[in-house]
Nanobody
């Protein structure tokens, strides 16, 4: 299974980006999908998740600004990011969590998000 993240780029603080994660398998097979990010010299962190019943959860730092969604017909998971902050510069990844410490798949290449001040 391949996870192909896209949609990153360079944006000014306060700007918006929409990330996409294309999955080469039916995403409905998995209980949840999530977006993670890893900033330079920091650990990867969970940003947002969406379950099979479309229940969403967000890290406190992104609540009200980020929205996770999925399109099962396209096998794609999205992350709409508004009000971006420079400290959110990171590589963003998607995956299907099994637990807080495990995911179904090897990490993809991710997509770089750079927020300038």
């Amino acid at each position: 299974v391949l996870l192909v993240e896209s949609g990153g780029g360079l944006v000014q603080a306060g700007g918006s980006l929409r990330l996409s994660c294309a999955v080469t398998r039916s995403i409905n097979r998995y209980k949840a999908w999530a977006w993670f990010r890893q900033a330079p010299e920091k650990q990867r962190e969970l940003v947002a998740s969406i379950s099979s019943d479309d229940t969403t959860n967000y890290a406190d730092s992104v609540k009200g600004r980020f929205t996770i969604s999925k399109d099962i017909t396209q096998n794609t998971v999205y992350l709409q990011m508004n009000g971006l902050k420079p400290e959110e510069t990171a590589v963003y990844y998607c995956n299907a969590p099994i637990s807080s410490a495990r995911n179904h798949f090897d990490w993809g290449q991710g997509t770089q998000v750079t927020v300038s001040s």
